[in-house]
């Protein structure tokens, strides 16, 4: 598989500033260290709590923000491997010069505060085409209309404002704007979670077809478990800007290693009656990014907790084909599961 | 099964510049003591102004037309049962968070941020338990072991016997405003503090003496909900109703709040009534669900019956839609969206969407009926809507 895009040691740090001077008191460790590599024409989900750095991930990555340190190597499709373009450091016209900005979208959260309230859709769509490429008249219109029905719109929806338009109707046109250009990689943030259950089928699968027909490759941020376990290929699981676990989908789901995963997937409210798991509930909430705790940073909450957790920083280590965790325990974690909670996990 | 809470027929309307909002069309439900009951829909469809309408804190447009909303409480009058509707504001000032209390869905908008969370939760004790607290204060100034100066001692004595008696006197009225005088709520204060305490340590909250003090702000979002869960519970409620109680929290967190719901249910509360969208959490705590859509309740059921049996095609489109943790394939999502209800569908209000749409859908909207053991269905389909 080829990869497109490849993170190495990524930090994304926010100042806290404060006192009279506005100096720096503190940082805020959004991502700490990140590696990770995404493969072409693959989907990427992201799951984890909220302030855990997802939403940074997908924002560093496209460089909507710049990162503190570490690179980003974004291998085009007519580029030859091991020439990647480093998007983290390149100056902003090299960005605009190579046209990086048309390859890598981002859709957002809300649509309803994405669009701007002032425009046309068609004018939304138009803007990044515009951006990007001369194009006017007719000619652009046809282009509107053509991404339009991509996302199962019609003409009729050329002429409307935002608030005319329903939630899933929105997040239509925020994905056609995204699409608009011709990109490799999308960023997905919570493009559902507005939504709601009817209309987020709906989009999941419009995603879904769109994914297949353009051979896009997607990060989709999520925090809901289920969606991330239909639409996505591979999943990395984050807690307080590190991922502990990264893996093919089936596999997490179905032998997930990392202690934070295993809570995480017992904690889904399964829309089955029948389905009776054992819970295994974890006290107390995230820690604070500010400073985060010493050693592995779940420790404050794990129930399998070590000497060596609070003193050492684990490592994503590769534990089987694919599948990486950062745990002390990887090997026993099942056995203590199945010890401290009972059979049913260990058998799910 | 004893019946606690029934709403017959409940029409709520909004009148928005756009139009009259039809926003509860005909609802009647029947929540019984000790059950869970789930409402279900998406948003828009009515869940929130039906129990805003029950607890009669439907806000501004809004007005509630028609109906009966009637409660069966533990007094002297329990087969007769109370209307809500016709009841005087004052008698719902002392109902609301007293035998009936509301959970909201964002613990930021609920909660006040200049005020200490031990104000907050003190406050409904003050409000609705003065009397008992009145006469545990008599109880401890009588007992033996009493150190207070043996005059002062005296006087706030018969202070609190006659607060006991009637907390609303206007005497006290005025002692309250009265620079020194007013000090005798200092102990009412003290002992309402007391209990704020011991109702934040039992939902699991480390060291509450010193949470007590503290402010919103300075907890997470899920001790957040806690807080306003322990609010609701203060004066230990029959019933307690969810408002989404856990949507805006992670995973790890709402595995927390439902837990604590669970086991409170069991100690105690007598039922709840829970609202969500997420029928996950429904799967995991109710006993009973009902299934609304545009203003309408299409299906209710008990829970295994709505998950093996739906019959409704709302009902079974919505169960559809959800991803699962074993389906695999395509989602099937139902086409089309919510009505606007300024402007319903005639008939049916699903029958846009239902894949089967007849005749007699457009024309007529279906009753409710028996479609089995304690199973209730709105559908032509299911024979429902013959007189």
Same mark, same amino acid.
């Given at each position: 598989?080829?990869?497109?895009?490849?993170?190495?040691?990524?930090?994304?740090?926010?100042?806290?500033?404060?006192?009279?001077?506005?100096?720096?008191?503190?940082? !805020?460790?959004?991502?700490?260290?990140?590696?990770?590599?995404?493969?072409?024409?693959?989907?990427?989900?992201?799951?984890?709590?909220?302030?855990?750095?997802?939403?940074?991930?997908?924002?560093?990555?496209?460089?909507?923000?710049?990162?503190?340190?570490?690179?980003?190597?974004?291998?085009?499709?007519?580029?030859?491997?091991?020439?990647?373009?480093?998007?983290?450091?390149?100056?902003?016209?090299?960005?605009?010069?190579?046209?990086?900005?048309?390859?890598?979208?981002?859709?957002?959260?809300?649509?309803?505060?994405?669009?701007?309230?002032?425009?046309?859709?068609?004018?939304?769509?138009?803007?990044?085409?515009?951006?990007?490429?001369?194009?006017?008249?007719?000619?652009?219109?046809?282009?509107?209309?053509?991404?339009?029905?991509?996302?199962?719109?019609?003409?009729?929806?050329?002429?409307?404002?935002?608030?005319?338009?329903?939630?899933?109707?929105?997040?239509?046109?925020?994905?056609?704007?995204?699409?608009?250009?011709?990109?490799?990689?999308? !960023?997905?943030?919570?493009?559902?979670?507005?939504?709601?259950?009817?209309?987020?089928?709906?989009?999941?699968?419009?995603?879904?077809?769109?994914?297949?027909?353009?051979?896009?490759?997607?990060?989709?941020?999520?925090?809901?478990?289920?969606?991330?376990?239909?639409?996505?290929?591979?999943?990395?699981?984050?807690?307080?800007?590190?991922?502990?676990?990264?893996?093919?989908?089936?596999?997490?789901?179905?032998?997930?290693?990392?202690?934070?995963?295993?809570?995480?997937?017992?904690?889904?409210?399964?829309?089955?009656?029948?389905?009776?798991?054992?819970?295994?509930?974890?006290?107390?909430?995230?820690?604070?990014?500010?400073?985060?705790?010493?050693?592995?940073?779940?420790?404050?909450?794990?129930?399998?907790?070590?000497?060596?957790?609070?003193?050492?920083?684990?490592?994503?280590?590769?534990?089987?084909?694919?599948?990486?965790?950062?745990?002390?325990?990887?090997?026993?974690?099942?056995?203590?599961?199945?010890?401290?909670?009972?059979?049913?996990?260990?058998?799910? | 099964?004893?019946?606690?809470?029934?709403?017959?027929?409940?029409?709520?309307?909004?009148?928005?510049?756009?139009?009259?909002?039809?926003?509860?069309?005909?609802?009647?439900?029947?929540?019984?003591?000790?059950?869970?009951?789930?409402?279900?829909?998406?948003?828009?469809?009515?869940?929130?102004?039906?129990?805003?309408?029950?607890?009669?804190?439907?806000?501004?447009?809004?007005?509630?037309?028609?109906?009966?909303?009637?409660?069966?409480?533990?007094?002297?009058?329990?087969?007769?049962?109370?209307?809500?509707?016709?009841?005087?504001?004052? &008698?719902?000032?002392?109902?609301?968070?007293?035998?009936?209390?509301?959970?909201?869905?964002?613990?930021?908008?609920?909660?006040?941020?200049?005020?200490?969370?031990?104000?907050?939760?003190?406050?409904?004790?003050?409000?609705?338990?003065?009397?008992?607290?009145?006469?545990?204060?008599?109880?401890?100034?009588?007992?033996?072991?009493?150190?207070?100066? &043996?005059?002062?001692?005296?006087?706030?004595?018969?202070?609190?016997?006659?607060?006991?008696?009637?907390?609303?006197?206007?005497?006290?009225?005025?002692?309250?405003?009265?620079?020194?005088?007013?000090?005798?709520?200092?102990?009412?204060?003290?002992?309402?503090?007391?209990?704020?305490?011991?109702?934040?340590?039992?939902?699991?909250?480390?060291?509450?003496?010193?949470?007590?003090?503290?402010?919103?702000?300075?907890?997470?979002?899920?001790?957040?909900?806690?807080?306003?869960?322990?609010?609701?519970?203060?004066?230990?409620?029959?019933?307690?109703?969810?408002?989404?109680?856990?949507?805006?929290?992670?995973?790890?967190?709402?595995?927390?709040?439902?837990?604590?719901?669970?086991?409170?249910?069991?100690?105690?509360?007598?039922?709840?009534?829970?609202?969500?969208?997420?029928?996950?959490?429904?799967?995991?705590?109710?006993?009973?669900?009902?299934?609304?859509?545009?203003?309408?309740?299409?299906?209710?059921?008990?829970?295994?019956?709505?998950?093996?049996?739906?019959?409704?095609?709302?009902?079974?489109?919505?169960?559809?839609?959800?991803?699962?943790?074993?389906?695999?394939?395509?989602?099937?999502?139902?086409?089309?969206?919510?009505?606007?209800?300024?402007?319903?569908?005639?008939?049916?209000?699903?029958?846009?969407?239902?894949?089967?749409?007849?005749?007699?859908?457009?024309?007529?909207?279906?009753?409710?009926?028996?479609?089995?053991?304690?199973?209730?269905?709105?559908?032509?389909?299911?024979?429902?809507?013959?007189?």
């Amino acid at each position: 598989m080829q990869k497109i895009l490849e993170l190495k040691k990524l930090k994304k740090y926010y100042p806290i500033r404060g006192g009279v001077f506005r100096r720096e008191v503190n940082t !805020v460790r959004a991502l700490d260290c990140i590696d990770l590599d995404i493969y072409r024409g693959e989907c990427l989900g992201v799951v984890g709590e909220s302030g855990c750095g997802k939403t940074t991930t997908g924002k560093t990555i496209i460089r909507l923000q710049d990162p503190t340190s570490g690179s980003i190597l974004y291998y085009g499709k007519d580029t030859e491997p091991g020439s990647g373009l480093d998007i983290g450091k390149a100056k902003r016209s090299t960005l605009k010069r190579r046209g990086i900005r048309s390859r890598l979208q981002m859709v957002f959260q809300d649509p309803a505060t994405s669009l701007n309230p002032r425009m046309l859709a068609k004018h939304i769509i138009a803007e990044p085409i515009k951006a990007q490429i001369p194009m006017r008249g007719r000619e652009l219109e046809d282009r509107v209309i053509e991404l339009l029905k991509m996302v199962g719109l019609t003409r009729d929806h050329l002429l409307r404002y935002p608030h005319e338009f329903s939630g899933g109707q929105r997040q239509r046109i925020a994905v056609a704007r995204a699409i608009a250009t011709d990109p490799e990689f999308i !960023v997905l943030d919570e493009p559902t979670s507005a939504l709601d259950v009817s209309v987020q089928a709906q989009i999941l699968n419009l995603l879904k077809s769109l994914q297949s027909r353009l051979g896009l490759t997607y990060l989709f941020v999520t925090h809901h478990l289920l969606v991330v376990k239909y639409i996505s290929h591979r999943t990395a699981v984050m807690y307080l800007g590190k991922i502990v676990e990264i893996g093919d989908t089936g596999n997490i789901f179905k032998q997930p290693i990392h202690p934070y995963t295993h809570a995480l997937l017992s904690g889904i409210p399964i829309p089955d009656v029948e389905h009776k798991q054992q819970r295994i509930v974890l006290s107390g909430d995230v820690p604070s990014p500010v400073n985060p705790p010493s050693g592995c940073r779940f420790h404050t909450r794990c129930p399998f907790t070590l000497d060596r957790c609070r003193e050492q920083e684990p490592d994503l280590l590769e534990v089987e084909n694919g599948h990486a965790a950062a745990c002390h325990r990887h090997d026993e974690v099942e056995k203590l599961i199945y010890e401290k909670f009972g059979g049913s996990q260990a058998a799910a | 099964m004893e019946t606690l809470l029934e709403t017959k027929d409940l029409v709520t309307n909004f009148y928005t510049y756009e139009g009259v909002v039809k926003a509860l069309n005909r609802v009647s439900m029947v929540v019984d003591h000790g059950t869970t009951f789930g409402l279900v829909g998406e948003s828009g469809c009515g869940k929130s102004v039906t129990v805003r309408s029950v607890m009669r804190i439907v806000q501004e447009p809004g007005l509630i037309e028609n109906g009966k909303v009637i409660v069966y409480l533990d007094e002297e009058d329990k087969r007769a049962g109370i209307d809500l509707l016709q009841q005087s504001e004052a &008698y719902m000032e002392k109902l609301r968070g007293d035998q009936i209390s509301m959970i909201f869905q964002e613990p930021n908008a609920a909660l006040n941020p200049t005020l200490s969370i031990g104000d907050q939760v003190s406050e409904s004790f003050l409000f609705h338990q003065k009397r008992e607290m009145c006469t545990k204060i008599v109880d401890d100034l009588t007992a033996p072991g009493c150190r207070t100066f &043996y005059p002062l001692r005296r006087l706030e004595e018969t202070i609190y016997r006659a607060a006991a008696k009637t907390p609303e006197a206007f005497l006290l009225k005025i002692f309250d405003r009265m620079p020194l005088l007013s000090r005798w709520q200092k102990r009412l204060k003290k002992e309402a503090k007391k209990r704020t305490v011991e109702i934040v340590r039992k939902l699991g909250i480390p060291n509450p003496e010193q949470v007590v003090d503290q402010f919103p702000h300075n907890l997470s979002g899920g001790m957040k909900q806690r807080i306003v869960i322990a609010i609701a519970l203060a004066c230990s409620p029959v019933l307690l109703i969810a408002d989404e109680a856990t949507s805006n929290l992670d995973v790890t967190i709402q595995a927390q709040i439902l837990d604590l719901l669970r086991k409170l249910k069991n100690e105690a509360i007598s039922s709840i009534l829970l609202i969500t969208h997420d029928l996950g959490v429904v799967a995991e705590i109710c006993d009973r669900v009902g299934i609304m859509y545009a203003g309408n309740l299409c299906e209710v059921a008990d829970v295994r019956e709505i998950f093996h049996n739906p019959l409704h095609p709302y009902t079974r489109a919505l169960l559809d839609a959800v991803p699962k943790l074993s389906a695999k394939g395509v989602l099937k999502s139902i086409e089309g969206n919510v009505p606007n209800l300024v402007d319903p569908p005639p008939g049916c209000r699903f029958h846009p969407r239902c894949p089967h749409t007849m005749d007699i859908c457009r024309k007529k909207p279906p009753k409710m009926m028996k479609t089995g053991n304690n199973h209730l269905t709105a559908c032509f389909l299911i024979g429902g809507g013959e007189e």
